[in-house]
């Protein structure tokens, strides 16, 4: 473009009685002389007032430059039959502006507190209205392809591979599964959709589902479990039955640990049971029971383990000997007597049980050594499954808590979160919102 000086030096005489020629200049160069005029025009969006003298200068130039390139800018109103008269005349200049351009422009600025953040909107992000005088959410900044697309593609529920060969148009799968993370698919499904939550309602099936890393990895952790808890359920069922050797005198001796054990057993066969409903249900909620109920079996896991270490670390001597005068009582030592083949504790005279192998000049020896021998035994092999058991349980817990919520590649349950939802109320606030501003831009009918 000329500098205004060049094109005044260069002008050539051109006619000055052609008001539409005139008018034609002075709509493509608008200019304006002062600074307090333009901060004036910014400030109310308007032009500042053009005089015939003005106007003068802008008909030379458009005479002299009628054939030059230009950029084209705001267009001036005239007044009368496309000329203007008058000293006094007043030309209004403003910039047309399309809705929703989402930019302070440099010609007109938004004050409404409704339009703030269509004003701070761009690029793909959607615009976020809000409403001072309503609680009703105007969020609407997610993706699209986060969620299910049936609002904006309707139609039948298929899925990938359906209708290859047999002339039926193919219908993008929706609502996730094993593609989910690819580009372009729904991360949420809608009623009518296949395979929800990985469970098939129907006889036919086109396609073997495959299963991702996470649930392998449940999988195999829960079959671990359920391997470990079945075998010690199995063992102190077996102690219970008396099936084992000398099982009676850990029936006897260490009942309490017995005991623990059993119900740690018992509840780690349920939480994996739990496991497997969830595993192959796809079930989240399955899992997260499965997952709290893995807490609830490790402190029964490590009970007996504790207390078998304390009793056999901690002077294992003095407690044999309390409990064998105190706790075991008759029948309980007559038992341990007739298992281990020995008479009393130190002899036949100290706190024995008469029975038809321990009288008074009986040769068997006391109980005392055996017994010992055989707590020690048993209480360090006890300790030792346990603890050895304690980081393989940990272990199933950590990857219940990273695997259980990805057995499916499925955004959540499947529900679009109430906040995100688009209301009747909402829209009302929306499209009130989009007539004020509407009406800020263009100005009432009624005016």
């Known amino acids: 473009m000329d500098h205004p000086n060049n094109r005044t030096s260069r002008s050539s005489s051109g ?37 015939t003298s003005n106007l003068n200068f802008l008909n030379n130039n458009g005479n002299s430059n009628s054939n030059a390139t230009t950029a084209p800018t705001t267009p001036v109103a005239t007044a009368g039959n496309g000329g203007v008269s008058g000293s006094n005349s007043v030309v209004d200049l403003e910039r047309p502006m399309p809705p929703f351009m989402g930019i302070n422009s440099e010609f007109r600025t938004f004050n409404n507190t409704s339009s703030t953040a269509l004003a701070n909107a761009s690029g793909r992000s959607s615009p976020v209205l809000q409403s001072a005088a309503s609680d009703v959410s105007l969020s609407t900044h997610y993706l699209p392809s986060k969620f299910s697309s049936t609002m904006l593609n309707p139609g039948p529920r298929k899925r990938k591979g359906r209708g290859k060969g047999n002339g039926e148009p193919h219908v993008p799968k929706m609502g996730g599964g094993v593609d989910a993370f690819r580009s372009g698919e729904a991360r949420m499904p809608v009623d009518g959709d296949e395979d929800y939550d990985g469970v098939n309602i129907g006889v036919l099936r086109t396609k073997k589902k495959s299963w991702n890393r996470f649930k392998w990895t449940l999988f195999v952790a829960n079959l671990v479990l359920s391997a470990y808890s079945l075998v010690a359920f199995i063992i102190c069922l077996l102690t219970w039955f008396n099936v084992w050797t000398k099982a009676d005198i850990v029936r006897i001796a260490n009942r309490p640990e017995l005991v623990i054990s059993t119900l740690a057993s018992t509840l780690g066969i349920f939480t994996s049971l739990i496991g497997w409903a969830g595993i192959l249900l796809n079930n989240r909620s399955f899992l997260a029971i499965y997952t709290l109920l893995l807490w609830v079996t490790f402190v029964f896991l490590v009970a007996p383990g504790y207390l078998t270490y304390k009793r056999h670390t901690f002077n294992l001597e003095g407690k044999v000997n309390a409990q064998w005068s105190r706790n075991l009582g008759v029948d309980g030592r007559l038992r341990i007597q007739d298992i281990l083949r020995c008479c009393g504790y130190f002899s036949p005279f100290i706190e024995a049980t008469v029975s038809q192998t321990c009288y008074s000049r009986s040769i068997l020896p006391g109980c005392k050594l055996h017994y010992l021998q055989f707590e020690r035994m048993v209480l360090r092999k006890w300790y030792t499954v346990v603890f050895s058991l304690v980081p393989v349980h940990v272990a199933i817990i950590i990857v219940g808590l990273l ?42 009918d009624n005016e």
Request: with cysteine; net charge positive.
């Open 15 to 51: 006619s000055h009685d052609d008001t539409s020629s005139n008018s034609q200049a002075a709509s493509t160069y608008p200019i304006y002389y002062t600074r307090d005029q333009e901060r004036t025009r910014l400030m109310n969006n308007r032009t500042p007032p053009i005089s």
């Open 403 to 444: 695997c259980s919520n990805h057995v499916t590649y499925r955004f959540g349950k499947g529900m679009m979160p109430k906040r995100y939802r688009l209301s009747l109320n909402s829209m009302a606030v929306i499209m009130d919102n989009y007539a004020s501003q509407l009406a800020e831009q263009y100005g009432n």
